[in-house]
């Protein structure tokens, strides 16, 4: 079925497509900006771009994908990554539940039985997840975790201070969540360290190209398509998307299963990644979000993307399945 897939996307004018896409929603006005984060509210609602990479290293793009913007919760897919890397499938489970979730992102709750938070791509268990990464005091562990993003990226990158700032100062929220799970040995102290190490992987800058060749990078087994560096253990993967499937998109997370039907993670910023395994990574950014957190435009793309292309794990046509 892949085969056949790849197929199909070679022999069509991907550029163009991805052009005419461009075109169509660029005058699209519906959502805002996030604002609860002083410094977001700042961000140009009309940006717009879309970019797609391959595993074989091709880069298709159209619109402000140069721009650069804070990462946000698309973070949290790879700081998942690098947490199972330093501790292993076992005891990350016993720290972080795998459980989709239909509350908000940012939602005060722990699974009832474990205390557990849900998912790692909820808040409380991204910050479970942040405050697993090893090193040797706060300097280590966030030179650690940035090079991770430039493995997966191929250069790198840099924390934006104003958006830290911004997210540490009106953090409240995520205080409280970090909070309950120490009162339940989901974390540990300092969690002062741990919330600024989270704060610090959010307000990493990106721009939609390298966004499309992190998600290809998944797609790629874990090895960036373009450098050949292994960003992530390959036997990680299937754990990687497999929560961005089911909790990727948050309260959503099933309505875009069953349309798009493929992984993927949204931020606040605007961002959307979706991946393709075996095949390519697709990001969009705009920052106009709907009352769930997730980009507008980036949502009508990717339904387009996949309905046009096939792309839903699920999809078979007669020649696929006869």
Not at 7 to 25: E, G, N, R, T, V
Not at 161 to 178: D, K, L, P, Q, W
Not at 249 to 274: C, D, Q, R
Request: charged residues 20%; negative net charge; proline residues 3%.
């Amino acid at each position: 079925m892949a085969n056949q897939k790849s197929l199909q996307i070679a022999s069509l004018p991907l550029q163009s497509f991805l052009d005419d896409l461009h075109d169509k929603y660029k005058l699209e006005q519906e959502g805002a900006v996030a604002d609860y984060i002083p410094e977001l509210a700042k961000v140009n609602p009309d940006a717009f771009s879309i970019c797609i990479a391959t595993v074989n290293g091709e880069v298709y793009k159209v619109g402000d994908y140069n721009q650069l913007f804070t990462i946000q919760s698309i973070s949290k897919v790879f700081v998942y990554g690098l947490a199972l890397d330093d501790h292993g499938r076992d005891y990350i489970l016993t720290r972080v539940g795998v459980e989709p979730t239909g509350d908000a992102f940012n939602a005060i709750v722990l699974d009832e039985q474990s205390k557990r938070p849900y998912n790692p791509m909820v808040n409380a268990g991204a910050i479970a997840t942040t405050s697993l990464i090893k090193g040797f005091g706060a300097s280590e562990r966030l030179n650690r975790m940035l090079d991770m993003f430039r493995r997966y990226i191929g250069h790198d990158v840099f924390v934006d201070i104003a958006v830290f700032t911004s997210e540490r100062t009106t953090g409240h929220r995520n205080r409280a969540m970090a909070h309950l799970m120490l009162n339940f040995g989901m974390i540990d102290e300092p969690i002062d360290e741990a919330l600024d190490l989270y704060f610090q992987q959010c307000a990493v800058m990106v721009n939609c190209q390298d966004l499309a060749v992190m998600a290809a990078t998944l797609a790629n087994k874990g090895v960036n398509p373009i450098s050949k560096e292994q960003a992530v253990d390959s036997r990680y993967i299937k754990d990687i998307l497999s929560v961005m499937y089911t909790c990727g998109m948050y309260n959503f997370a099933g309505e875009w299963a069953y349309k798009v039907g493929i992984p993927a993670k949204s931020g606040i910023s605007g961002g959307i990644i979706a991946v393709v395994p075996n095949q390519m990574g697709i990001a969009v950014f705009s920052p106009r979000l709907d009352s769930r957190g997730n980009s507008v435009r980036g949502v009508k793309v990717c339904e387009e993307l996949s309905q046009h292309f096939g792309l839903h794990l699920f999809e078979c046509s007669h020649s696929k399945c006869n």
